[in-house]
Each structure stands twice: as structure tokens, then as C-alpha cells.
């Protein structure tokens, strides 16, 4: 029979190996705090519901009101076609966009008939005046500023600047 008063030596680490531990988890207050969670919850569902019930059936409550509904298309299908109608009214037609500046509209096939027959230019951007900065502005030929590296002309005293 082995002696159980000698130490029984770790091979590894040369350690004695000591009795199991025990726990340290006492099980009634876990419990008593799980029942305690579980009263406090019954007893807040129940407040609430004895408040809903007190202030329903109150007699300062409203009952709730009911609304019409949205002022929705009443006939989505005739919209349509009227709009249709009435674009493609605009699209086949002559009219005035801004009398005054001299812009108006012609037909889309009218308009596609004329651009086809003026072949290839009809895609060239339109010719722009040209437009010269004025004399000693930055953009102009005769800037005031040299550029960089360059040495600067002395200026005649008797001239302002």
C-alpha cells in the first residue's frame, strides 16, 4: 500500500500536488438574488398594466380620433395619359420660350430633320468672339509682373504707377 504521508513530487515542475480546492460560490445568494430579479420584474409588469388600466378607462381620456386618408391620385391611369398628351404636345409644336430674347420651340422632328441637314458641322461647337483681356490686367499681353527668373526693368522715376 503507498505511504499517504509522503509527498508526491511533480516530475516537471518538482511541485507537491495539493487536495482539490473547494468552491467558493455560495449558492444561496445567487439564488436569492435570481428570485429577487424575478419579483421585481412581476411586480413592474404588473404596475404597468394596472397604470394602462387606470388611465384608459379614465374618464379625462379622449378616444382616439381616426383621420381620412392622403388625397392620393383618384385616377392615376387618366394623369398619365393627360400628361403624355401633353408633352407630346409640347414636343410636336411651335411656341414661343422668350419672345423677348428671341427663343422658341419647334418640333422634334423639325428641329432633327434641319440638324441632319447640315451634316458633320452640325456637331461643331459654335464660334465664340474672342475675348482679350484688358491691357495690364494678369491675363494680358502687357502684365506688369515678370516672370519668375527673370530680372526686372528698372522704372523710370518720373512715371506712376
Given at each position: 500500500m503507498p505511504d499517504?504521508?509522503?509527498?508526491?513530487?511533480?516530475?516537471?515542475?518538482?511541485?507537491?500536488?495539493?487536495?482539490?480546492?473547494?468552491?467558493?460560490?455560495?449558492?444561496?445568494?445567487?439564488?436569492?438574488?435570481?428570485?429577487?430579479?424575478?419579483?421585481?420584474?412581476?411586480?413592474?409588469?404588473?404596475?404597468?398594466?394596472?397604470?394602462?388600466?387606470?388611465?384608459?378607462?379614465?374618464?379625462?381620456?379622449?378616444?382616439?380620433?381616426?383621420?381620412?386618408?392622403?388625397?392620393?391620385?383618384?385616377?392615376?391611369?387618366?394623369?398619365?395619359?393627360?400628361?403624355?398628351?401633353?408633352?407630346?404636345?409640347?414636343?410636336?409644336?411651335?411656341?414661343?420660350?422668350?419672345?423677348?430674347?428671341?427663343?422658341?420651340?419647334?418640333?422634334?422632328?423639325?428641329?432633327?430633320?434641319?440638324?441632319?441637314?447640315?451634316?458633320?458641322?452640325?456637331?461643331?461647337?459654335?464660334?465664340q468672339p474672342e475675348?482679350v483681356p484688358p491691357?495690364?490686367?494678369?491675363?494680358?499681353?502687357?502684365?506688369?509682373?515678370?516672370?519668375?527668373?527673370?530680372?526686372?526693368?528698372?522704372?523710370?522715376?518720373?512715371?506712376?504707377?
Amino acid at each position: 500500500m503507498p505511504d499517504t504521508a509522503a509527498p508526491v513530487r511533480d516530475d516537471a515542475a518538482g511541485h507537491a500536488e495539493g487536495p482539490p480546492e473547494a468552491p467558493d460560490i455560495r449558492l444561496t445568494p445567487v439564488l436569492l438574488t435570481g428570485l429577487f430579479i424575478v419579483v421585481f420584474v412581476g411586480l413592474t409588469l404588473a404596475g404597468m398594466r394596472l397604470y394602462r388600466d387606470t388611465v384608459i378607462t379614465s374618464p379625462n381620456t379622449e378616444e382616439p380620433r381616426t383621420f381620412a386618408g392622403p388625397a392620393l391620385q383618384r385616377d392615376p391611369q387618366g394623369d398619365l395619359a393627360r400628361l403624355l398628351a401633353d408633352q407630346r404636345r409640347r414636343l410636336d409644336a411651335y411656341a414661343w420660350v422668350d419672345r423677348a430674347h428671341g427663343i422658341a420651340r419647334m418640333p422634334i422632328a423639325e428641329a432633327m430633320r434641319r440638324l441632319a441637314g447640315r451634316g458633320a458641322e452640325a456637331y461643331a461647337a459654335p464660334l465664340q468672339p474672342e475675348r482679350v483681356p484688358p491691357l495690364g490686367s494678369r491675363g494680358g499681353a502687357a502684365s506688369p509682373l515678370q516672370p519668375p527668373g527673370s530680372v526686372a526693368a528698372p522704372v523710370p522715376t518720373g512715371e506712376a504707377r
